[in-house]
Antibody, heavy 118, light 112 residues
Framework: QVQLQQSGTELVKPASSVKISCKASGYTFTSNYMHWIRQQPGNGLEWIGWIYPGNGNTKYNQKFDGKATLTADKSSSTAYMQLSSLTSEDSAVYFC???????????WGQGVMVTVSS | DVVMTQTPVSLPVSLGGQASISCRSSQSLVHSNGNTYLHWYLQKPGQSPQLLIYRVSNRFSGVPDRFSGSGSGTDFTLKISRVEPEDLGDYYCLQSTHFPYTFGAGTKLELK
């Protein structure tokens, strides 16, 4: 069955960077888009962008240009998102999700909480 | 960006009752291919969102027929009949017709 296993909680300092991961299993990693979504505390959901692991192509929400960088490692079936120049506004839960023929986000990871604090 | 206006923000319901959530988009969600990419998700407390309805009115695998979606163009509705305890949580509409994909702000379904 499809599984998206995300890395653990991160506590990071302002102005630093963080890289979170999403390990995929149960399907062909290189043949499906991987999306990333942000949920700030008490807020709704925002789409950050997608990566196509088969060729590394990416598409970003312009709002996250320069903030998020999406990469993928085909050998380990793992997608990554690096967030840079962190501020308190970046404190949020970040989800990876992939389509399954129905919507863009048929399958979701469990989410990673990133807290930016000095 | 397409703005998704979701109402109400909070929806108190009684178990066994009915709920209706509205989602309106700032522009038509009809894609050039003729499909309408409007979807509904439920996020239960402490969990990731889960797909309920895809492309306006299609129930995802395992979703009970108490859930129904309807609408067209810019105006969409999710209805839940005979509300059960496991239906409580935050409901979101999503449009994936236009980039960037955008969500509604959410509706909290809670007990009256």
């Amino acid at each position: 069955q499809v599984q998206l296993q995300q890395s653990g909680t991160e506590l990071v300092k302002p102005a630093s960077s963080v890289k979170i991961s999403c390990k995929a299993s149960g399907y062909t990693f290189t043949s499906n888009y991987m999306h990333w979504i942000r949920q700030q505390p008490g807020n709704g959901l925002e789409w950050i962008g997608w990566i196509y692991p088969g060729n590394g192509n990416t598409k970003y929400n312009q709002k996250f240009d320069g903030k998020a960088t999406l990469t993928a490692d085909k050998s380990s079936s793992t997608a990554y998102m690096q967030l840079s120049s962190l501020t308190s506004e970046d404190s949020a839960v970040y989800f990876c999700a992939r389509p399954g023929g129905y919507s863009p986000f048929d399958y979701w990871g469990q989410g990673v909480m990133v807290t930016v604090s000095s | 960006d397409v703005v998704m206006t979701q109402t109400p923000v909070s929806l108190p319901v009684s178990l066994g009752g009915q709920a209706s959530i509205s989602c309106r988009s700032s522009q038509s969600l009809v894609h050039s291919n003729g499909n309408t990419y409007l979807h509904w998700y439920l996020q239960k407390p402490g969990q990731s969102p889960q797909l309920l309805i895809y492309r306006v009115s299609n129930r995802f695998s395992g979703v009970p027929d108490r859930f129904s979606g309807s609408g067209s163009g810019t105006d969409f509705t999710l209805k839940i009949s005979r509300v059960e305890p496991e239906d409580l949580g935050d409901y979101y509409c999503l449009q994936s017709t236009h980039f960037p994909y955008t969500f509604g702000a959410g509706t909290k379904l809670e007990l009256k």
